[in-house]
């Protein structure tokens, strides 16, 4: 198979996932639904802001919503990740600990990977995808520094089955199992 017709593959599927993530965004409300993208290196990404809000400082000046980003990296070993996204820089140099709650079950505590100045961190493995695609809801949670607050994000995971499996269409690659 040619460049080209890799080319032409690849912009297809990707076509096909963007209708298909059209129909997930149609039934969603504003803010709170999936939002199919890409990301900086050649990654493809379904996001969704939180149901709540955090503010920047300790002035509730400026409240903004945390951005919860699922993220497909096709190529020869492709790879599922998960990325939350701040305005408000947290304190870490190596990991992060994140509680995690699926829905009304117990909190599980994980170590993220800071991210570029510390707006935001990450979680890279296909079980992290896959442990969403059967809940309703992710509540996220971790502490801003050693002297600072804890923050909170919570997300409604309403058609994350349909995101996950367009990406997983774009970027030709099989669903994350559980």
Same mark, same amino acid.
């Given at each position: 198979m040619?460049?080209? $017709?890799? $080319? ?8 096909? !996932?963007i ?6 965004? !149609?039934?969603?409300q ?11 290196n050649g990654?493809?990404?379904a996001?969704?802001?939180?149901l709540?809000t955090?503010?920047?400082?300790s002035?509730r000046?400026?409240d903004?919503?945390?951005v919860?980003?699922?993220?497909c990296?096709p ?9 939350l ?8 140099s ?13 909190a599980q ?6 991210g570029f ?12 995808? $896959?442990?969403?695609?059967? !809940?309703k809801r992710?509540?996220?949670s971790?502490?801003f520094?050693?002297?600072a607050?804890?923050?909170? !994000?919570?997300f409604n995971l309403s ?5 996950v499996a ?7 690659v099989?669903?994350p199992l559980?």
């Amino acid at each position: 198979m040619t460049t080209r $017709a890799i $080319a032409i593959l690849s912009h297809a599927a990707l076509a096909a !996932a963007i209708c298909l993530f059209g129909a997930v965004q !149609a039934s969603g409300q504003g803010r709170h639904t999936w939002r199919l993208g890409n990301g900086p290196n050649g990654q493809i990404t379904a996001s969704i802001f939180s149901l709540n809000t955090l503010s920047i400082g300790s002035s509730r000046v400026i409240d903004y919503h945390p951005v919860l980003t699922i993220a497909c990296h096709p190529g020869v070993a492709p790879r599922w990740s998960q990325l939350l996204q701040l305005k408000d820089p947290v304190s870490a140099s190596s990991a992060i600990n994140v509680s995690v709650r699926l829905d009304n079950g117990p909190a599980q505590d994980e170590q993220w990977t800071p991210g570029f100045q510390g707006r935001g961190f990450s979680r890279d493995g296909n079980e992290g995808v $896959a442990r969403l695609l059967q !809940a309703k809801r992710l509540r996220l949670s971790w502490r801003f520094g050693f002297l600072a607050g804890r923050g909170d !994000a919570i997300f409604n995971l309403s058609g994350v089955k349909e995101a996950v499996a367009g990406l997983a269409g774009a970027c030709g690659v099989e669903m994350p199992l559980s």
